[in-house]
């Protein structure tokens, strides 16, 4: 680690520059050396063949020995033939705009369903661990609700929302706030009152101690919940789409099926798992920048 | 500082739990008062009615005439457990006290970097504590505390499970920054070597429900060096008497069922054979 001199410090112009300079090269660096370490570890390996082992069970089981319960199902060559053809049988590949359409739509619902849980579910769930009055109030008819699946909200849902859109963006939206708010909560919860009676004997008034220690000290919980709450809002999107709704990919799995389009029912669910897969690596990469006093340890030594 | 028939108990009716029991004490301005005790004596609740985060059950604590109603910045307190916090750097923990009231001046932030260079952590400025040895953090707890220049000092057993070499270099770094700048201070430790090297005044504490047993000036010459005190025959006969003194608190104490009395008794009965 470098020393930092008292009189670097004092001069501030000069060495937040440098800081800022050396920072974005040590992110390359720390970028390019976590790829290696990770292409020498035998972690993307042991994926690939988890994945391969994965196909060729499909493979086999519909292709090869074509198993009396999979005697419906598409093999995985059928379905890759039709994911990356240019004139697809059933109408839905990688080169018809559409299938863009149904990523775009059901993202955005993803987006401002996810977005709404979590501007109202983290207050809400911080104040719910912070004010125990408010939480005696509140929690109760919070549990009482929470087990009621987003599935049993769709009559409700389409009864209380005109068009199409709104009710499933409710619908995906409340099984996201639910997660959110619970683990903000737990998270306001888990935090040492230690801390808490360290800022009060320094001087912090109530505000302070919420913005300084409650907040921060909650941010791991809140990242956990918003991992789960980005998880369950695909899925009770995906049951709003199938009932209500005319694009997204939940709508392209239940007409494919009414409409007998057997792989693009699988394109749709493949195309589910690779889309949550990044929603979820997202939320963790904003959680890891946000909390770096926990992903610090883990960098190249460096004092900045 | 003054405590006056100080009493705390813990539940009610038939369950009531007496810790505190008419407990009267000073801590003297400028002096570093120590208080040693048994283990499990009550002497963190001792600390929590000091720092004002609970409220004695009976009896009056003041500080500079004025009672402890709650929290304030004209005690700090540095806790048995490390209390940084963990998502801010050593800096902004040290700053914090200061930023909270409203203080980030210029003069605090030179005073900040006094500190960092009197408890050696200048070059760990942008370290989270989890970035931080076990003593440093205990350093950096202690700039955290004296940048708001309290009226006293509370320290709750601040070395505690660190091994005996860090241990030691605490030690020395506190008695400096003691000796530095003279703040009043009252110290609970259950380490009488660590009560002898630091203290101008020791307090030997009975077994539970607690009360002052004994006061124990230790008017040997500051500032001091641990090699010292090891062969100072004036430290030796306070050691002696202290060590007298919770050998009888800890056989009460082991009469009440108490298995940390049970190890104390033990290494005082070897010590004597042997010496």
Known sequence: MTETSPVQVLTTEVPRAIAVDSGAGASLALAKYRLSLWLKSPRPYLMLIGFAGFLGFWYLSVEVWKLPRFSQMPGPTEVLHEWFSKDPTYGLSIFIPEYYMHIWVSTRRIAIAFFLATVIGVPFGLFLGWSERFKQFVFPVFEFLRPVPPLAWVPLAIVMFRGSETPVIFLTFLASFYATALNTMLGVESIDVSYVRAANCLGATRWQVFRHVIVPGAMPFIFTGLQISVGVAWFSLVAGEMVSGQYGLGYVINTSYTMVRYPTIIIGMATLGLVGYVTSAAVRLVGDYLMQWRTRELALGGDR | ?275
């Not at chain 2, 940390?260 to 010496?275: E, H, L, Q, T």
Request: hydrophobic share 40%; charged share 25%.
């Open chain 2, 1 to 275: 500082m003054v405590a006056t028939n100080v009493s705390k108990s813990y539940g009610a009716g038939e369950f009531t739990k007496q810790v505190v029991q008419n407990c009267s004490f000073t801590i003297e301005s400028g002096k570093l008062t120590v208080m040693i005790g048994p283990s499990g004596c009550g002497k963190s609740t001792l600390i929590r009615l000091l720092a004002g985060f609970e409220r004695a059950s009976s009896g009056t604590i003041t500080i500079g005439g004025k009672p402890v109603t709650g929290p304030g910045l004209d005690r700090m307190v540095v806790f048995q457990e490390s209390a940084l916090f963990p998502w801010m750097s050593t800096y902004d923990n040290i700053m914090f006290g200061p930023r909270a009231r409203g203080e980030d001046t210029p003069e605090m932030r030179s005073f900040a970097e006094l500190l960092l260079q009197k408890v050696g952590l200048d070059g760990f400025r942008r370290k989270y504590p989890s970035q931080l040895s076990g003593g440093m953090q205990r350093r950096a707890e202690l700039a955290r505390s004296m940048i708001n220049k309290p009226d006293v000092m509370i320290l709750d057993e601040p070395f505690r499970g660190l091994d005996a070499m860090t241990k030691r270099l605490m030690q020395e770094y506190y008695a400096n920054l003691y000796e530095e700048f003279r703040r009043t201070t009252f110290f609970v430790t259950t380490d009488i070597d660590e009560a002898i090297y630091l203290a101008d005044r020791i307090l030997i504490m009975t077994n539970i429900p607690t009360q002052v047993r004994t006061v124990i000036d230790v008017d040997l010459p500051r500032p001091r060096h641990i090699e010292d005190i090891t062969e100072n025959d004036a430290a030796n006969a306070i050691k002696m008497k202290a060590l007298g003194l919770l050998h009888e608190e800890a056989m009460k104490s082991f009469a009440g069922g108490s298995k940390a009395a049970a190890d104390f008794i033990d290494a005082y009965s070897r010590r004597m054979v042997k010496g």
